[in-house]
């Protein structure tokens, strides 16, 4: 009797240890196919860089364990209405920019970039890897929503542009400029009025005049052929080098087994910032098109850039006091301006 318990046990045990065998495997045979959807549209660098290297460095280094379903933007969410999907699990995942979620997520701001804070993409890494920014933001949405954040370093060449020529910062006093988040609050503090608005739409608001001018970047305005409407733009000092983001809804993140999440790390981390630099030459080649296109890419005049950035710092307080969550971002943007000489 006893020996046939243990034969039993010895048998059971010899299956539970086959089962645990199978796992990895069966781990390893799985694809997970995701529905992810871009927030602009497919002739900007945000989708062609940012997006679609994002998707072939997953793919490829995941050896087609994960593939992508991919819809252009508006397609399931629209670009507003995109975090909610996420959350759903309407969407796996998206790319977007933090700006258009700030009314449910007030550390957006610092998450994109605040006015006037970062010139290059090698601040925004420093901000985010180096300083704990990532973890910051990744609180930031997983505390409001069932999301996981990842930053989109880009590297822009971001500018105020107008459709009517301009000299200083008096004339922009009364314009109606395209400019989201805190971006919003600084066209009004120089005298402006701010109004939101996707990329999408922006060809044809400058077309019927709806806008007098947008803050964009030189690489989007050229992609879709806005510069055409524009006389002047403010490119120095460069308004943000920015972050978008990629958000995975927090449920398909937790399924995947860790050799997978590594790999979407590594493409948030290090793949990125290749795409950042290849972004940044194409910023610098769209600033010479718009240049011969007759557009007046301005640096203004070190007194009035120093106006700006005080006005700018002011706001960067005002993010602050949003949350507590927004205070310590912010602290670490100023605690890095600092060291950096620049506050």
Same mark, same amino acid.
């Given at each position: ?20 065998? *199978?796992?990895?495997?069966?781990? #390893?045979?799985? %694809? ?10 497919? %002739? ?5 860089? *940012? ?7 997953? =793919?490829?280094?995941?050896? @087609?364990?994960?593939? !992508? &379903? ?13 975090? &909610?999907?996420?959350? $759903? ?17 007030? =550390? #957006?701001?610092?998450?994109?970039? $605040? ?16 300083? +704990?920014?990532? &973890? ?13 954040? !990842? ?9 105020? #542009? ?7 910062? =008096? ?9 989201? +988040? ?7 503090? $120089? ?16 077309? $019927? ?7 964009? @970047?030189? =690489? ?99 993010? #602050? ?23």
């Amino acid at each position: 009797m006893i020996k046939a318990i243990k034969t039993i046990a010895m048998a059971t045990a010899g299956l539970a240890l086959a089962a645990l065998a *199978t796992q990895p495997a069966a781990a #390893a045979d799985k %694809t997970w196919t995701l529905k992810f959807q871009h927030s602009y549209p497919p %002739t900007l660098g945000f989708y062609k860089m *940012t997006g679609v290297n994002f998707l072939n460095y997953i =793919e490829e280094k995941s050896d @087609g364990r994960i593939k !992508f &379903e991919v819809y252009d933007v508006g397609a399931v969410a629209s670009v507003a209405g995109m975090l &909610e999907a996420t959350h $759903l699990g309407i969407l796996d995942v998206h790319k977007s920019w933090g700006t258009y979620y700030v009314g449910d997520v007030p =550390e #957006a701001d610092i998450e994109a970039g $605040l006015p006037l804070a970062w010139d290059e993409a090698y601040e925004v890494y420093d901000a985010y890897y180096q300083r +704990g920014l990532a &973890e910051v933001i990744d609180e930031a949405y997983g505390s409001r929503f069932n999301v996981k954040h !990842f930053p989109a370093i880009i590297s822009m060449q971001y500018g105020l #542009a107008t459709t009517k020529p301009i000299s200083s910062l =008096e004339d922009l006093k009364g314009m109606k400029i395209r400019a989201l +988040g805190s971006f919003g609050d600084l066209v009004q503090a $120089l005298g402006g009025s701010a109004t939101v608005l996707p990329g999408a739409e922006l060809y044809t608001a400058l077309q $019927l005049g709806t806008i007098d001018g947008l803050v964009y @970047g030189a =690489e989007a305005i050229v992609a879709q052929g806005l510069e055409a409407f524009l006389k002047s733009m403010i490119i120095k000092p460069n308004f943000n080098a920015g972050s978008g983001h990629w958000m995975f809804n927090k449920d398909v993140w937790d399924s995947l087994p860790e050799d997978l999440q590594q790999v979407v790390i590594d493409a948030a981390r290090m793949q990125n910032m290749e795409t950042a630099m290849q972004y940044r030459a194409a910023e610098q080649i769209k600033v010479g098109v718009m240049s011969r296109a007759g557009v007046n890419m301005m640096a203004l005049p070190e007194a009035e850039a120093k106006k700006m950035r005080e006005i700018a710092h002011g706001l960067w307080d005002k993010v #602050a006091a949003r949350s507590p969550l927004a205070a310590k971002a912010v602290e670490i943007v100023k605690q890095q301006q600092r060291e950096f000489g620049r506050m």
